[in-house]
């Protein structure tokens, strides 16, 4: 049975990727995010960035990296959507520190843990965003409670996929 809490720090590893991988990564799901709501409408549910940003948080386990990937991939997804510049880029800020903090302290390569990582992480983007669009911007916004749910298992269901495809390309250190 896959041990899910690591015992010591050694066994925390840290993995490396090919140099290209995660910006070319980002580009990818910065497009697929802005023109994959165009031809199938349900898509408009999905978060890739958020999916790289939690995978990069989780598997790099440093919370300055993962921040600033988290902020990056953030600014860029406001600035291909209708939203506020800076929205996107604090709530992924928020959610690769505290992925790549708790990524260091348990092993998320097990596949349930990888989903409830992402529902979880996608619930509070949803709750970051929902926060900073209503109180701070006055924004009206409406909170989809069973939607957004149901939005979060299926982001966590193709994070599994997913991540597992992206673990064929790192290494250990």
Request: charged content about 10%.
């Amino acid at each position: 049975m896959p041990q899910i809490f690591s015992t010591s720090r050694a066994e925390a590893a840290v993995f490396r990727f090919p140099a290209v991988f995660i910006p070319l990564l980002a580009v990818v799901a910065l497009v697929l995010q802005t023109y994959l709501p165009v031809v199938f409408h349900a898509a408009v549910y999905l978060d890739l960035p958020l999916l790289v940003v939690i995978y990069w948080a989780i598997t790099y386990r440093r919370p300055r990296g993962a921040s600033l990937v988290g902020a990056v991939l953030g600014l860029a997804q406001d600035s291909l959507s209708h939203t506020a510049l800076g929205v996107n880029g604090i709530s992924k800020t928020v959610i690769g520190f505290l992925d790549a903090s708790l990524g260091s302290r348990f092993d998320a390569d097990h596949p349930g843990v990888r989903l409830l990582v992402v529902l979880v992480c996608y619930e509070l983007n949803r709750a970051i965003l929902y926060a900073l669009q209503r109180f701070l911007l006055g924004t009206p916004v409406l909170w989809h409670g069973w939607i957004t749910l149901v939005a979060a298992l299926v982001n966590g269901l193709l994070a599994v996929i997913l991540f597992h495809g992206f673990d064929r390309f790192r290494h250990w250190v």
